[in-house]
Structures are given as structure tokens and as C-alpha cells.
């Protein structure tokens, strides 16, 4: 995670820069990025005009400096010395001094008036393999200098990183230069007609919308000082409306997890573009000479295999990165749904007893076992064991759950304070508030708690001390990290204070770690509201959601999975009838809504028959069996007609081996239901499909196919992916799962 403001400069090395090639060809994993640098072809002259990238999609294949040259005649508009006023190719960062009548991509004043950029200089410098290149504009008349990183990643993924440094320079102009924004754009094509963004609340989240592409300028904007539920997570254009298996999109995401604008431009003039940036407060950067900013980093991914395809390429991705998990990911109990408050520490013994019986492999305790922590109106920030409550400490419990062969976790919300606290009562100046923000009669705070500003020197160490020492004297394994409320009118030494905070969070995470070999994180924010690549380069795992109703949680874990890879996302089993909905479901349904995620428990097991406890066990040792395909294996879903179906299924990279959940989420809409396809398999192999019964059977009308009451077939891997096979007519809320191998 690289520092978002830093004051390092760097020296002015142009002497030992290479010339400037005038197209640049990068290439990896399928993809390509052409450049059009703007120098003089055959020259390699310093220019000032930034590079347009001419093509970002399909690889093209081997193309020489010529072949190169000609793509960008092919698609040039005017020759000279004809000229016209609109930008026909928008740069990397389009400007209305370019012609561009979109948004601009970036906003800059000094002392309430524009800076408009006039670039002195501007270099290209691909690197060796031609997967990536960087961009170098200097600015003499503002004393600025823009540093614009390029790369296609493993899996395809376009990064795109802008740093903005302002120099010193003697003639510099008095003031500091306030960003406004600063945001990382790519062109699409004008074939592209439908936009598909996300949206959501607290229970519900990664809700997709799709709706005709607009014209003009659009973007939204989220403004909670964290991502929220209805974070948009992607923008997506695509030919037609996305599909599972089939058709051409443009999406992308931005890796920050506070407020974050997403835009799309669909100009008449010009060709179209889509990107995204953090949203800045007014005034929250303000650049004064030896300081920079950094952008988040955007992701850009194209896919020709659908909405498949885009998962494929973002897994990809994710799993090369070298703090991704590597460990099988452990089954979890967690007990906030199982006692909430309510701690006793001989039932939670107890608890943990039973959990290492069915085959827990994570035990992690949530809220409540802090100072004064009977309800959430108190006791935050005060990270101290509640000797009332727990009269021995949690040593007992943690050292009884490591006994059991599991690993402890415990519950944080480092971030936030409750006024009833004594850290409030010490350092009321600690808030991440202005003073007058405080609660009235008539205006009460958000779940009765406040932000810490965990930017302050003195804040950071309290907290990151505090977890040090639990940490250590527990032997925790795992936080479970929570943030359970917006940033309102977040305030650092008298000005925003969004970006620094989400900084200083991301320290924190990592300095924990790095101090802490083997202890992982999970962020959860009320549920899914912070669940981006931001979080999840510190972080090992999100919490998807609050809900643990399995009828949500199948969309809620099938979306938030087109980003984000199942073993990063947490997905429990809960209570017979949901806390979050009051929907009653099946035990089956539940376990196989769990199963293609990373699996657990958020349910006071205590509670279960002895027939429960037998199918629940039966189904921890499936879970183990099967999440090596799930959690390596490429997604797959396919594309059913019925409104009432979900399929998600994991293939194993040989394809020797595949994972199937076929749910209901509602009535089907016909007696005899649609074929099921089970794509991503090899088609001239045989395969044997097995109906795993651990979960046991599903409930389903008068029709029962020969292959569901065998409990197996055997077909081509041609039949399965194009034929498909045929399912009974489930009931709402039941599910299959069927474990394909080779015959």
C-alpha cells in the first residue's frame, strides 16, 4: 500500500530518461494497451502533450513500430493543417485545454482561482517486458510535476496510478495548489449501449442496476467516509446487457475504501471514456512545495467471456498478489448471533467445545467482552477485558480454543468511540469531529457512537498499542475489524479529515501484521460496506453482509464474488430463522449457500438437535473436502432463464474437478424446469456427477429425474456445458450441490 500524501520528491533525472517511442504497445494475459505517446514519429523529441491510450481491450498481437504507427493513422480524425476543437482522443488525463468537454480529469485552484495545466515536458518510458509504463509531465509554470503509472496486471488488470508533485522552483507562485480531484480514466468503445452499477442498504448489498448508457457526463459519488452499501464497486459498459458466459464489457473499480466518485462520459464528439477517483473535500489537499499526492489505485478490467470472465481476470489478479491467503481458509464459528452481549464465559466454553466437535476450525468472539460493553451505547474505545464480566480474563477461553486445535479470534472496532467511555472522558479532543458536531436533544448520533481519529500521532499509538498487547497476551489469531457507522463532517486540525483517516487506517492494519507474522484481519463495516481492493491489501477477508438469510446471500455473495474471490469473502450459516429478515429456511439451503464462500457459522450451535449436529458436521468435513477447487478454481455461472434460479459453480484449473450449487430463491416459474449447464469443463472428457447429499436431500415437486434419485451420472463434459442436465422442480429456498470429477 503506498503512502496517498507523502513529501518526497523526486530529483529531475531527464538527462538519463530514454527518447520517447510515439506508440507504445503493452501486452499481458490476453489484453492490450496502445499508447499513443504524442512524440514525432522517428524523433523521440520531448513534447507536452499527454499520452492517449488508442486501444484498451482485446490483445492484438505482435505489431512492429510501422504496424504501430499505422493503427494510429487508422484512427486519427483531421490531418494537417486542418484543426478542430474538440478532442478526438481524450489523454490520460482529459482537460478542457485539450478540447475535452467532459469532465475534466483533474480540478486544481490556487487561492479560489483554476490552475490550468501547461505541460513543459512530458515523457514515456514502457519497461522492458512492454507490461507496463510510465508517464512523466513536468509543469515550469506551476511548479507542478504529474507521475502517471500504467500496468497490466497478472490476470489482464489495467492499473492506473497518478501522483501529483508540487515542485519548488524559485519563481514558484505563492499558495498552495488544492486538488479538487484527480481521477484515472480509459476510453470505451461507442459500441458499448448498457451501464451496470451497484447499489444497496444495510442487509442487501451489491444490488445490481442496469439501465441504457446516458449521454453526457454522469458519475456517482459516495460520500460516508466509507465505501457504504450502496457502494457502486464497478462501473460496467458492455455490448447488450451483461451476460454470465457470453459478450464484450469495460469495467472498473476503484481500490480505496472512503468516499469515491465513478464517472462515464459519453461525449458526441469525442470518444467515450470510464473512470473513477477519490472524492476530496473542499480544501482536504492542498499542496504546498516538497508535498504530493497520490491516487488510489484504479483497476480496469475487459472481458469477451462475460461477467465470467471479468471474475476470472479480477481472480486472477487477487491471487497473485503476495499477501494473498494461502492457507485453506478455516471454517469460522462466530458467536455475535449466538449470545450478542450476553457473554457467560462457561456457556461461551462450552460453546467453543461444541464448535471443535463439529469441526470448526476458528472460534472468534464478537462484541461485548470489553469495559462497561453490556449494550452498544458504551464502553468503545476502552479495549480493556471487563473483569465483571469476565472475573479470569478471556486467557481461559483463548487458551481453551487452541487446545481444541482452533484459532482465536476476537471482535475490534478500533475506529470508533462511544462518549460513555473513559477514553471519551479523557480525550474528548481525540473525535474525528468539530466540537460542535456533539449530540443535541434534537440530533442524536449514529448508533450512539462517534470516529476516533485515528490520524493523530497520540490517537494511532493508544489504538495500535492497545491491539498490540491483546494481541499478543491472547496469542489472537484473528480481529474481526468492525465500523459500524458513516464518517459526518469528519474533521482533522480544522479540515477534512476522510483521506488521512482512511490512510492512517491502512497503516494500522498493516503495522499490526507486520508485527504479527500469521494474524489475519477481517474487515467488516456494518456488513458489506467496506469490501474493495483498498481494504483487501491489508485485510484477508470481508464479511459480505449482516444478513445471514440465505435467500439474500445468494445475490449479496454472487455479486460482491464478480469483484472479489469466494475465499475472500466471508459467508456464514445462521439461525433456522434469520435475525436480519425473519425468513425460516432450510438447514440444507443455508449450508449450501455457505459452501461457496469462505464458510462458517454465525448460530448458537448449542441450540441444535442431535440430528442438526449430524448433518452440520457432515457438511464441515464436505466444506473441507471441497474448498481447495472452490477457493483456486475459476468461477462459472450460467445464464438461466428463470428469475428464480442461481447458479454458481468453481472449476479446478485442470478442470479435473468442479463444484456446483444449483439454488431457488422463489417459486419456478415452470413445473419442468430449465436445463442446468455446467460450464468451464473440458468437452471431450467424461465426467461423473455426483449429488453430494451431506446437506441432506431437497425438497422439490412430484418430478424426480432417474440421475437424482441415482445420486450421480456420468456425460461428457460437451453434454454437461451445452445440454445441460435436467433438475426437478425445487421448491423456493432449496439447493443441490453436485461435485463433478473425472470418470
Not at 476530496?280 to 492542498?286: D, K, T, V, W
Not at 432463464?641 to 485442470?654: E, I, N, S
Request: proline share 6%.
Amino acid at each position: 500500500m503506498t503512502d496517498l500524501v507523502d513529501t518526497q520528491l523526486r530529483g529531475d533525472d531527464a538527462a538519463s530518461r530514454p527518447l520517447t517511442p510515439p506508440v507504445v504497445h503493452l501486452r499481458r494475459d490476453g489484453v492490450s494497451l496502445v499508447i499513443a505517446t504524442g512524440a514525432p514519429s522517428g524523433t523521440g523529441a520531448r513534447h507536452a502533450t499527454l499520452p492517449s491510450v488508442l486501444h484498451w481491450g482485446a490483445d492484438l498481437g505482435t505489431f512492429d513500430d510501422e504496424a504501430l504507427q499505422d493503427l494510429q493513422d487508422a484512427l486519427s480524425r483531421q490531418t494537417r493543417p486542418g484543426s478542430l476543437d474538440a478532442a478526438w482522443q481524450a489523454s490520460i488525463l482529459p482537460v478542457e485545454g485539450d478540447g475535452w468537454a467532459g469532465r475534466p480529469g483533474i480540478q486544481l485552484r490556487r487561492d479560489d482561482t483554476p490552475v490550468h495545466l501547461r505541460w513543459s515536458r512530458v515523457d514515456c518510458t514502457p519497461s522492458t517486458d512492454r507490461s507496463a509504463t510510465t508517464v512523466t509531465a513536468e509543469d515550469h509554470v506551476h511548479g507542478l510535476r504529474l507521475t502517471s503509472t500504467l500496468a497490466i496486471e497478472t490476470g489482464g488488470i489495467v492499473s492506473l496510478v497518478h501522483r501529483l508533485e508540487r515542485t519548488a522552483t524559485q519563481d514558484d507562485p505563492a499558495g498552495a495548489v488544492v486538488v479538487d480531484w484527480l481521477e484515472a480514466t480509459l476510453p470505451t468503445p461507442k459500441a458499448t449501449d448498457h451501464l451496470t452499477t451497484f447499489a444497496g442498504r444495510w442487509t442487501r448489498e451489491k444490488a445490481p442496476h442496469t439501465t441504457g448508457v446516458p449521454r453526457g457526463s454522469t458519475v456517482r459519488q459516495t460520500r460516508r467516509g466509507r465505501g457504504g452499501h450502496d457502494a457502486p464497486m464497478l462501473y460496467l459498459l458492455s455490448v447488450d446487457r451483461p451476460r454470465d458466459r457470453t459478450g464484450e464489457l469495460w469495467a472498473v473499480h476503484l481500490g480505496w475504501s472512503a468516499d469515491c466518485t465513478y464517472r462515464n462520459d459519453r461525449l458526441p464528439d469525442s470518444v467515450d471514456v470510464i473512470g473513477a477517483g477519490e472524492l476530496l473535500r473542499a480544501g482536504e489537499i492542498a499542496l504546498e512545495p516538497g508535498e504530493a499526492y497520490t491516487t488510489p489505485i484504479t483497476y480496469f478490467a475487459w472481458s469477451d467471456a462475460g461477467l465470467d470472465g471479468l471474475s476470472e481476470r479480477f481472480h486472477r489478479f487477487e491471487r497473485a498478489r503476495p499477501q494473498h491467503p494461502t492457507r485453506p481458509r478455516p471454517l469460522v464459528l462466530n458467536t455475535w448471533e449466538a449470545v450478542y452481549f450476553q457473554h457467560d464465559p462457561e456457556f461461551l466454553l462450552e460453546l467453543a467445545e461444541r464448535a471443535a466437535e463439529v469441526g470448526v476450525e476458528r472460534f472468534v468472539l464478537d462484541d461485548g467482552w470489553f469495559l462497561g460493553r453490556r449494550d452498544d451505547t458504551r464502553g468503545l474505545g476502552d479495549w480493556i477485558v471487563d473483569r465483571d464480566v469476565w472475573p479470569d480474563g478471556l486467557e481461559p477461553l483463548a487458551t481453551r480454543v487452541h487446545e481444541l486445535g482452533m484459532e482465536f479470534g476476537l471482535w475490534f472496532e478500533p475506529e470508533m468511540i462511544n462518549l460513555d467511555s473513559d477514553l471519551a472522558r479523557a480525550h474528548p479532543d481525540w473525535l474525528l469531529h468539530a466540537p460542535d458536531h456533539l449530540p443535541t436533544p434534537e440530533h442524536l448520533s449514529w448508533r450512539t457512537q462517534y470516529v476516533l481519529d485515528i490520524a493523530r500521532a497520540d490517537t494511532y499509538v493508544y489504538v495500535f498499542d492497545h491491539l498490540h498487547r491483546l494481541v499478543s497476551d491472547l496469542g489472537i489469531d484473528f480481529i474481526k475489524w468492525d465500523h459500524n457507522r458513516d464518517l459526518v463532517e469528519a474533521t482533522h486540525d480544522g479540515r477534512p479529515g476522510t483521506h488521512l483517516q482512511t490512510q492512517a487506517l491502512y497503516r494500522l492494519m498493516a503495522e499490526l501484521k507486520a508485527l504479527h507474522p500469521g494474524l489475519e484481519i477481517e474487515s467488516c463495516s456494518s456488513g458489506g460496506a467496506r469490501s474493495d481492493l483498498g481494504i483487501l491489501a491489508v485485510a484477508d477477508r470481508v464479511w459480505a453482509s449482516d444478513s445471514n438469510d440465505p435467500v439474500e446471500r445468494q445475490d449479496i455473495q454472487r455479486w460482491t464474488q464478480l469483484l472479489l474471490a469466494p475465499e475472500l469473502v466471508g459467508g456464514h450459516v445462521g439461525p433456522t430463522t434469520a435475525h436480519s429478515s425473519g425468513r425460516t429456511t432450510a438447514l440444507s439451503f443455508r449450508l449450501a449457500t455457505s459452501l461457496m464462500g469462505s464458510a462458517g457459522f454465525e448460530w448458537n450451535i448449542a441450540e441444535c438437535t442431535p440430528d442438526e449436529l449430524a448433518v452440520i458436521t457432515r457438511w464441515a468435513a464436505l466444506y473441507k473436502e471441497l474448498r481447495q477447487v472452490i477457493h483456486t478454481g475459476t468461477a462459472v455461472h450460467a445464464d438461466v432463464r428463470d428469475p428464480a434460479l442461481r447458479v454458481v459453480g468453481a472449476v479446478a484449473q485442470d478442470r479435473s474437478e468442479a463444484v456446483f450449487t444449483i439454488a431457488s430463491v422463489a417459486t419456478l416459474e415452470d413445473s419442468m424446469p430449465e436445463r442446468i449447464r455446467l460450464h468451464g469443463l473440458t468437452p471431450d472428457v467424461r465426467y461423473r456427477v455426483r449429488l453430494r447429499g451431506e446437506i441432506g436431500a431437497s425438497d422439490h415437486g412430484f418430478a424426480t429425474p432417474a440421475w437424482i434419485s441415482a445420486g450421480e451420472v456420468t456425460l461428457p463434459g460437451s453434454a454437461l456445458g451445452t445440454v445441460g442436465l435436467q433438475i426437478p422442480p425445487l421448491w423456493p429456498a432449496q439447493a443441490l450441490i453436485l461435485h463433478v470429477t473425472t470418470a
